[in-house]
Structures are given as C-alpha cells and as structure tokens.
C-alpha cells in the first residue's frame, strides 16, 4: 500500500499526506520493503522521486493486487444503509420536524436521515425527497401521504406580552414577514377573516421569516400569528398565550408525503410511521 500510494503520488510527502501517516513512516516502510527485495524500488533525488526500473516493473502487479483485494472485500461487506432524505420548511423544521427526528434516532427504528430545510414549496416535492412536509390542501398526485395535523391559527404571544396587551390593546405591534407562498396567510388576510378582531388597526413589525416572529413573541416584543399545531408545545407549557380565541380554522393543513423507494422502502416506511403516530 505505502509502495503503490508513492508510485502514484510522484512522493513520500504526497503519499504520507494521503495514507494520513507521517513522511518518516512512509520513508521508512520503502526502505524496509526494498532491503527485503534487495534492490532499490525509488532513485531519490533533492527534489524528485523516480521509480527505478525494479519500481516499474513492481508497480502494476501491486495495483492489480490491492484492486482485486478490494473487490473482494467489497463483496463480502454487509450493504450500508442508504439514507432518507425528507424536507420541509423552515417553520415545521424548527418547531415540529427535529425534535421528533432526535427522538426517531435513539429509537430502534433508526436509520441515516437527511434532512432538507427550504421555503419554497415546490422544492419540497423535489424527485430527490424521499419523505416532505407540505402545507397543502390535499396529498399531491404522484405521492402517497396521510394528514399530519390541520392548521389552526390564533395570534399568540408570551405571558408578559398577553398582560400588555389586555392592559392595553395598542402596547404591542403584529410580527409580520414575507410570505414564500400565496396560499400562506398573513396578518392582512387573518383579518379579511375576522370582522371584528381587536387586532385590527395594530402597527405591524416585519420579521426575518416565520421563525423569526415567533422568536420574537416568546420575547414578549409582540404578536404572531401561530400555527397552534405546529406550536402545540409552546402553547401547552405556556411559553405563548392565545390572544384571541377560538383559533381560526384554514381547511389547509400539513400533509407527510413520500415516494416508494424500493431500495429504501423499509426505512420510508419507518420514518414516516414515526411522524405519523408521534
């Protein structure tokens, strides 16, 4: 191996750097290889390594050696598992996605994950996604998919925030951000809905993305308008308060959808019983 890496690198230093060992070792088991054969396999110059003619005749048979060795091992190596990749955006990502991955790993049904994180919808249903989260009204064709949970949306905001609020409706103003969508509802669209909110008419403060202003509610610096599935934690350990009841039902939910692999059919269908089901 130290041989056929120096014959190819052009060097011991290239060598060493490639077999993770030292220059010295690399040196040192040419040269233990060379007084066994009796007769020198390199002619070392200042700046140059050269194979002499024993070298050259050594190189091919040591090559097609250390290939069928590897072949072999190669057959006779348990399959690695092949990775699931599965996406979602931003927002299911951080709140509901990998919490649960951590879980799914210390599990006995674990397998190697990859996880994507993208905003924009259509990449969500990439061909290069084995498993997607999508906000959706309905499985799209070409997948399978099961409802993960219906979209209920309230205007939260922590504890503090709530008692500012009540004690004065105008003290904080709607966490708003760009949406990725058209489908996705806002602040102005959560108020086409409800005639008489007393949200209306509120400043608004333009947050780095959904994420961000939930971020930001929790800080008590204002409302957001919540996704109470995604959020179920937050709101149920009473890091956000609903600000106005009842949540506003959407008829949009988010859907887990995957693809048959049949390569990697037992791990889809693993993870995707687990996020179903927890």
Not at 30 to 53: H, N, V, Y
Not at 264 to 276: E, N, P, S
Request: aromatic residues 8%; hydrophobic residues 45%.
């Amino acid at each position: 191996m130290f041989f056929e890496a120096a014959f190819r690198a052009g060097s011991f230093s290239a060598a060493a750097s490639e077999l993770y060992v030292s220059q010295a070792a690399v040196s040192k088991r040419i040269k233990q290889l060379e007084d066994w054969l009796g007769t020198e396999l390199f002619a070392r110059g200042a700046r140059s390594l050269s194979p002499t003619q024993a070298g050259a005749a050594l190189a091919d048979p040591v090559t097609m050696a250390l290939d069928y060795l590897q072949g072999a091992m190669d057959q006779v190596r348990s399959p690695r598992s092949t990775t699931v990749r599965i996406a979602a955006n931003s927002a299911v990502s951080v709140f509901w996605l990998f919490k649960r991955l951590k879980s799914f790993a210390l599990g006995p049904a674990s397998c190697p994950i990859e996880t994507v994180v993208n905003d924009n919808p259509r990449q969500l249903l990439s061909e290069a996604n084995d498993i997607g989260i999508i906000y959706a009204s309905e499985v799209p064709q070409g997948w399978s998919g099961q409802l993960l949970m219906e979209e209920e949306l309230a205007p939260v905001s922590s504890p503090e925030g709530a008692k500012r609020f009540f004690d004065d409706p105008t003290s904080l103003p709607l966490l708003d951000y760009h949406r990725h969508a058209p489908d996705w509802i806002n602040w102005e669209v959560w108020e086409q809905r409800q005639e008489h909110s007393p949200l209306k008419g509120l400043a608004s403060t333009m947050c780095q993305s959904y994420s961000h202003s939930i971020g930001q509610a929790l800080d008590g610096v204002g409302i957001a308008l919540a996704s109470c599935s995604l959020l179920a934690d937050e709101l149920a350990s009473g890091e956000l308060c609903v600000l106005v009841a009842p949540p506003m039902k959407t008829g949009k939910g988010y859907f887990l959808v995957w693809q048959h692999r049949d390569e990697i059919r037992t791990q889809i269908d693993g993870l995707a019983a687990f996020l179903v089901e927890s």
